[in-house]
């Protein structure tokens, strides 16, 4: 849970940083490995 937790801001701070440069395409990739880390938590805690 804490290696997902991790990856999941991971991915928060690197979107950031692409939506402040610009970078669509990136952005919306990071905001997809941000909902897929955020859908894992939320399976594993409902387990």
Do not use: H
Request: hydrophobic share 40%; net charge positive; no cysteine.
């Amino acid at each position: 849970m804490k290696d997902l937790t991790n990856k999941y801001e991971n991915a928060k701070s690197s979107s950031i940083e692409f939506m402040k440069n610009g970078q669509i395409s990136a952005y919306l990739n990071s905001l997809l490995e941000m909902n897929k880390y955020k859908r894992l938590m939320v399976a594993i805690t409902a387990n």
